[in-house]
C-alpha cells in the first residue's frame, strides 16, 4: 500500500481515501436525566428499543444497573450500554422504583435478563425475572 501511494504521489496522481468513520454508539432507546431530587429517571423509552425489552418503562428511577449505583444520567447511559459490548448473551441486572397508580409507594423492582446483537448497533433483551424486592 505504501509503495502505491509513494507511487502516485511521484506520477503526480491524486491519492485519496474513503474517510473513516467512527463507530456509532448503539440504539439504546432511552434517555436518562436526574431531577432535583438528584435522582435519575428514565425518560423517553422507546418501546421498539432495547432499553424497553430490559424492562425500563418512563419515569423508573433507577437505583442499580449490575453492580453500579447510579448517580447520574451519563453513569446510567454507560451502564446499559457496557451491556452491549459484542457479548452475545451478556446477562443484566437492573434495580428502578416505578410509580404505580392509587399506591403511595413506588414498588421497587429488580430485573434480570439476557441482551445479544442482533446486527451491529442493533440488540434486543429478554427478561428472565422481574420481581418486587422490599427495602
Not at 500500500?1 to 509513494?6: H, Q
Not at 463507530?23 to 425518560?43: H, I, T
Not at 432499553?51 to 444520567?73: C, L, N, Q
Amino acid at each position: 500500500m505504501c509503495r502505491l501511494v509513494a507511487a502516485c504521489l511521484l506520477l503526480g496522481l491524486a491519492v485519496c481515501s474513503a474517510p473513516v468513520l467512527a463507530e456509532e454508539p448503539p440504539y439504546l432507546g432511552v434517555r436518562f436525566d436526574a431531577g432535583k431530587d438528584q435522582k435519575v429517571r428514565a425518560r423517553d423509552v422507546d418501546p421498539k428499543a432495547v432499553a424497553w425489552e430490559m424492562g425500563f418503562r418512563p419515569g423508573d428511577v433507577v437505583r442499580t444497573i449490575g453492580a453500579a449505583k447510579i448517580t447520574s444520567a451519563p453513569a446510567a447511559t454507560k451502564a446499559v450500554e457496557s451491556y452491549l459490548g459484542n457479548k452475545e448473551g451478556a446477562s443484566f441486572e437492573i434495580v428502578v422504583e416505578r410509580e404505580v397508580k392509587d399506591k403511595s409507594q413506588p414498588f421497587v423492582r429488580k430485573i434480570t435478563g439476557k441482551v445479544r446483537q442482533v446486527r451491529p448497533g442493533i440488540h434486543s433483551a429478554k427478561v428472565e425475572s422481574d420481581v418486587a424486592v422490599f427495602d
